[in-house]
């Protein structure tokens, strides 16, 4: 079983400051990671992803995370915040479904909050 | 475009009454999944289907059925046997196809729908 662990249920920062959203992971087999985004009552959308190529993952609106396996964290950053960023934040693993297919566990969310 | 509509967007149900939850994708995904979100609790799996006419269930599928009769369509229903109804509703597809991992693992990221809130009177 593969679970996630995001420290820190809400992250405050100043418009402009860097982000850095917590993601630790535990998985029994070389995991997929995944960062999305949630606006309020909206569905989710994807910021990127880590399928075992290269550790440092670029994805959309100027986010980024690297994987660390020795520290199994997924961490989630961005060098300059902007008030849009203002949002709830889920990290996500891949499991290994025995027919191929695969399933995702979310951590719990880390709501941020961008202050003028 | 394609993508995944979830209707209705709200709905309010009386205690003891079933309600369907409808989510249709036309991404041409294999795969779908109904995931429940509660404040704090991030997202929960209800259940999921891989194949038509074939779902599993989820970590929390007590009270909730679901029908996998079309490629497009994977229906929720909420039961008057789910004792807290309350939460947001989530429908996923997955693409089932294309990269895979070492294992022959299916990589693909999941997406979404806009989702639909339950609240119980």
Redesign the interface.
């Given at each position: 079983a593969q679970s996630v662990t995001q420290l820190g249920s809400h992250v405050s920062v100043s418009e402009g400051a860097l982000v850095l959203l917590r993601c630790n992971y535990s998985s029994s087999v070389p995991p997929y990671l995944f960062w999305y985004v949630q606006y309020p009552n909206q569905g989710l959308q994807l910021l990127l992803k880590y399928t075992s190529a290269a550790t440092l993952v670029k994805g959309i609106n100027g986010f980024e995370a690297e994987f660390k396996k020795s520290e199994t964290s997924f961490h989630l950053t961005k060098p300059s915040a902007h008030m849009s960023d203002a949002a709830e934040y889920f990290c996500a693993v891949s499991d290994q479904a025995g027919s191929g297919y695969s399933t995702l566990t979310f951590g719990k969310g880390t709501m941020l909050l961008v202050s003028p | 475009d394609g993508g995944?509509t979830?209707s209705p967007k709200y709905l309010f149900r009386k205690e003891g009454q079933n309600v369907t939850l409808s989510c249709e994708q036309n991404l041409n995904h294999d795969?779908m999944?109904w995931?429940r979100q509660d404040p704090?609790?991030?997202?929960?799996?209800i259940y999921?289907s891989?194949i038509v006419n074939d779902f599993q269930k989820?970590d929390i599928a007590e009270g909730y059925s679901v029908s996998r009769e079309k490629k497009e369509s994977f229906p929720l229903t909420v039961t008057s046997a789910q004792k807290n109804p309350t939460a947001?509703y989530?429908c996923?597809s997955?693409k089932?196809g294309g990269?895979t991992?070492?294992?022959?693992?299916?990589?693909g990221?999941?997406?979404?729908?806009?989702?639909s809130?339950l609240t119980v009177l």
């Open positions: - | 995944i979830q795969a999944y995931y704090g609790q991030g997202l929960r799996l999921y891989q989820g947001f989530l996923a997955r089932t990269l991992g070492g294992s022959g693992r299916r990589t990221e999941l997406f979404f729908g806009e989702g809130r």
